[in-house]
């Protein structure tokens, strides 16, 4: 397993490169002041790169930018609990970032928290599916999470051969001392990967689009087999819809949830969810529904735009679609892409399940 001196080289080795490359885009408003916070923090002067944040927070209290920076001064200096404070309302209020997501991961593994660190990096990677820091990063805590499985096979069967020669394997991957990994260590500094700072929110709330008709989708469906006129002295049964009506009505739910979403409609919102929805992180339906109320409500504006629908057909009540999504709020835009697992019942089409990317 990597030791904390393994986890600081791998971990310090993009920060210098984060605090100016992602600031580039910041509002020229503030730019000089984040320029400024960001060398301070890389010349490690901590505590005057904490006052000029704090500065630009004052008069931008919900900043991103800012917040993640922030998160990255109180990880150099140590102070694990507020930035882990930081970069959980983060997560909270921006849910579509992944980078939060690392970060919170990173600073579990430091401790030794393989279990959160893995669940925070999923999310990330569910968030945006192409963010590659966040894979590295996973397959470095699965490492550990192995080598511990491999260590606690060996102390229980010390002649496990197998689970030796397999920890050997993992250890010559990600580093480490040749000692049991139940040895006492010193435990690891937290601190941050490299990677991409959140992006700017909008600036001004973004107009509503106008409405319009279902974009033409895209239908993917297997052939229907080859059926005998009369089965057993029975009738056939009449054929039901049409895939092209079927996945015109999936597109036309698709647009009534985007469209109730940008009302801030919440209650409309929802009812468009199924009963059996599987929530993303397998959180409660009430805490799941509570928590969405939220998000919508919170914002002064939203507006939520879908396009490139393309509907697969797998069922007589179940389909998907995947599309783009362009969100847009007064504080944050986003552009990716998704997919809806959707099922029928009583004639409706509803979302039984969401998924990032494709």
């Given amino acids: 397993m990597l030791n904390s001196d393994g986890w600081a080289r791998k971990l310090l080795g993009g920060l210098a490169a984060l605090c100016f490359a992602s600031l580039l885009a910041a509002p020229m408003a503030r730019a000089d002041d984040l320029q400024d916070a960001a060398k301070l ?15 630009i927070l004052a008069s931008k209290p919900r900043d991103p930018q800012a917040r993640f920076l922030k998160g990255l001064i109180y990880t150099e200096q140590g102070n694990s609990k507020e930035a882990v404070d930081i970069f959980t309302k983060l997560t909270q209020d921006y849910p579509e970032l992944p980078e939060p997501y690392n970060n919170l991961a990173v600073i579990y593994a430091s401790q030794g928290q393989y279990e959160k660190a893995r669940a925070a990096l999923e999310q990330s990677i569910r968030t945006h599916p192409s963010y590659a820091t966040a894979y590295e990063n996973l397959g470095d805590v699965y490492a550990k ?14 002649s496990n051969t197998g689970a030796q020669n397999k920890l050997s394997l993992v ?77 015109a009505d999936v597109v036309k739910a698709l647009n009534g949830w985007a469209q109730a979403w940008s009302k801030k409609d919440a209650d409309a919102y929802l009812s468009y969810y199924a ?3 599987k ?18 409500s919170a914002p002064k504006s939203i507006s939520v735009s879908v396009s490139s629908p393309k509907v697969t057909i797998k069922g007589p009540n179940e389909a998907s679609v995947t599309f783009r999504q362009t969100y847009r709020s007064d504080v944050l835009k986003a552009n990716s892409v998704k997919t809806l697992v959707m099922t029928k019942a009583d004639g409706r089409w509803q979302i039984a399940q969401e998924k990032a990317g494709k």
């Fill in 41 to 55: 923090l890389k010349a490690g002067q901590h505590q005057q790169a904490l006052e000029r944040v704090n500065k």
């Fill in 275 to 277: 009963k059996d929805f």
């Fill in 279 to 296: 929530t993303p992180a397998g959180e409660s339906r009430a805490d799941w529904e509570k928590a969405r109320r939220t998000r919508i």
């Fill in 145 to 158: 999470l192995a080598s511990q499985a491999y260590d606690k096979a060996l102390q229980l069967d010390s």
């Fill in 171 to 247: 250890r010559d991957l990600v580093g480490g001392p040749a000692t049991s990994a139940s040895a006492t260590r010193e435990p690891a500094k937290p601190t941050v990967l490299a990677q991409k700072a959140p992006d700017k929110p909008a600036e001004k709330p973004a107009e509503k689009p106008a409405e319009k008709p279902p974009e033409k989708a895209v239908v993917t469906q297997k052939a229907p087999e080859k059926t005998a006129e009369k089965q057993a002295g029975k009738p056939v049964e009449k054929a039901g819809p049409r895939p092209a009506d079927e996945s």
